[in-house]
């Protein structure tokens, strides 16, 4: 099949090379990048992409209150349900979405800050399994201030079409306090991120085809030539899932799969068509 992008070089992370660890039963954990014991010269980050771990946490389990700081970090949650508590933020009064910590379901995303420093705990306070997406980024500085953001992203939107899911802060590394307390990000009904970063997520239905324009559109994001987006297809649909990129059968990923797409410009358009027998949730990760 022909290439739509001749000049982007596409390399498949398999499932089956991804690091893996399994914490006393409770937790079982796949790492496409480097983390904690796990740990490859070769994958260590991808563009501002620091960390994508795959994560089932059992019933009544989860982490305990552990430090963070200078990463941007959000967890996806595909299934379940997952309560994120920190140190900015006492038991019991949590709120809705916005600022405040709330217990997460599917189609929810939550962001923080790390910054300066903050302690938080993600715990799984349901008789159900969680399984869901944890994301790091490199900040574009050092020693900004914590916060935190949650928002509820629509699974039919995303049977539509890429959903925007993550975009810069719109007033860049140089915003004011006021600025960032504010939290306007340059995607209008995203979540802000400390980087030249965008996310994006899709359910692509067996024989359809999303498209994803690298950098998400004119003034999003600021390195336009050489970007790096991150192409993953979470295990969801016991195996029944999968996809093609940009149309070539050497970058068909199964479930787990992941792929480096590298050497594309802002305003590209790559190609996620779905192959399997149901239907493919897919997510994208795009950055300088």
């Known amino acids: 099949m022909s290439r739509k992008l001749p000049h982007a070089k596409i390399l498949a992370r398999r499932s089956s090379e991804r690091g893996y660890a399994e914490h006393d039963g409770w937790l079982k954990s796949f790492h496409t990048f480097s983390f904690a014991s796990y ?28 430090p963070h700081r200078d990463a941007e970090i959000f967890s996806y949650i595909l ?58 980024a490199l900040p574009w500085k050092n020693g900004l201030k914590p916060q935190y953001h949650t928002r509820t992203f629509s699974e039919e939107a995303k049977r539509q079409r890429f959903v925007p899911i993550l975009s810069p802060l719109k007033a860049g590394p140089e915003a004011t306090p006021a600025e960032e307390q504010a939290a306007a990000p340059v995607i209008p009904e995203t979540i802000p991120i400390h980087a030249d970063f965008v996310m994006g997520a899709g359910i692509i239905a067996p024989g359809s085809t999303f498209s994803w324009t690298v950098g998400q559109g004119e003034g999003v994001v600021s390195s336009r030539k050489k970007r790096n987006v991150y192409v993953h297809l979470p295990m969801t649909k016991n195996g029944k899932a999968k996809i ?41 990760l795009d950055s300088n």
């Open 39 to 66: 740990w490859d010269h070769r994958f260590m980050n991808f563009g501002s992409l620091r960390v994508l771990n795959e994560d089932r946490v059992s019933a009544r389990n989860g982490f305990p209150t552990h």
């Open 79 to 136: 299934s379940g349900e997952l309560t994120h508590r920190d140190s900015m933020v006492k038991k019991g009064a949590e709120g809705t979405q916005g600022k405040d910590f709330y217990r997460m379901k599917r189609g929810d995303v939550q962001f923080t800050t790390g910054g300066t420093g903050i302690a938080h705990s993600e715990q799984n306070e349901s008789n159900k399994p969680v399984h869901f997406l944890q994301i790091w």
């Open 244 to 284: 093609r990129l940009d149309g070539r059968e050497d970058a068909e990923l199964e479930e787990g799969d992941g792929a480096f797409v590298s050497g594309v410009n802002a305003g590209d358009v790559l190609t996620v068509e779905s192959l399997g027998e149901a239907e493919a949730e897919v997510i994208m």
